[in-house]
């Protein structure tokens, strides 16, 4: 069992900074990558980048060049510093992680950028 925890999100205008964090508890000796995804008002969800344990990321076109993942100094932390935000990146924040079959998310943290 892994259990998720995100914070950092809030109100912020166009333009402006955030940084998430996602920290891992439970068997976590086993995880080799860890995610963010979002979910928008009316919009379906979608991976907005992945980290993996040797440090290889990935992200969706339409954030690269203003976010990045990165992990902690110790396994069980992601982040996720999004700079230059835009409204269209408002949304729910999810961090998630797999082990073998199973699938882990946290409670997600709302982010609401204003124009």
């Known amino acids: 069992q892994v259990q998720l925890v995100e914070s950092g999100g809030g109100l912020v205008q166009a333009g402006g900074s955030l940084r998430l964090s996602c920290v891992a508890s439970?068997?976590?000796?086993?995880?080799?990558?860890m995610d963010w995804y979002r979910r928008g008002p009316g919009k379906e969800r979608e991976l907005v980048a992945g980290?993996?344990?040797?440090?290889?990321?990935n992200y969706v076109d339409s954030v690269k060049g203003r976010f990045t993942i990165s992990g902690g100094n110790t396994k069980n932390t992601v982040y996720l510093q999004m700079n230059s935000l835009k409204p269209e990146d408002t949304a729910v924040y999810y961090c998630?992680?797999?082990?073998?079959?199973?699938?882990?998310w946290g409670q997600g943290t709302q982010v609401i950028v204003s124009s």
């Open positions: 998630h992680t797999e082990l073998g079959w199973s699938h882990y």
């Open positions: 439970g068997t976590i000796s086993s995880i080799n990558a």
């Open positions: 980290i993996t344990s040797g440090g290889r990321t």
